[in-house]
């Protein structure tokens, strides 16, 4: 079992920026990626950014050059910067750890962090 808490969600306005945070615990060993999802009213929930344990990283088109990936290995913890943000960036944004080469959307969540972008 993997734990993962997601934190760092809130109010801002267009432009602004925000950064949330995942912390890890449980059986967390082994080559992972760790990736943000976020989902939207209505709408499916889709990746924003991923990245494995060795620090590659994959950025959905929309968010490129504004949001950036990291993680702390050392501390399990994963990182989202969110800069220059829009009102389309509005969503829940989930935390995922899975195994490397798992299929997309599986593995583990967190609870989710509310993001809301005022215009």
């Known amino acids: 079992q993997v734990q993962l808490v997601e934190s760092g969600g809130g109010l801002v306005q267009a432009g602004g920026s925000l950064r949330l945070s995942c912390a890890a615990s449980g059986s967390i060993f082994g080559i992972n990626v760790m990736g943000w999802y976020r989902q939207a009213p209505g709408k499916q929930r889709e990746l924003v950014a991923s990245i494995t344990l060795t620090g590659t990283t994959n950025y959905a088109d929309s968010v490129k050059g504004r949001f950036t990936i990291s993680r702390d290995n050392a501390k399990n913890t994963m990182y989202l910067q969110m800069n220059n943000l829009k009102p389309e960036d509005t969503a829940v944004y989930y935390c995922?750890?899975?195994?490397?080469?798992?299929?997309?959307?599986?593995?583990?969540w967190g609870q989710g962090t509310q993001v809301t972008v005022s215009s």
């Open positions: 995922n750890w899975r195994r490397l080469g798992a299929p997309p959307l599986s593995g583990y």
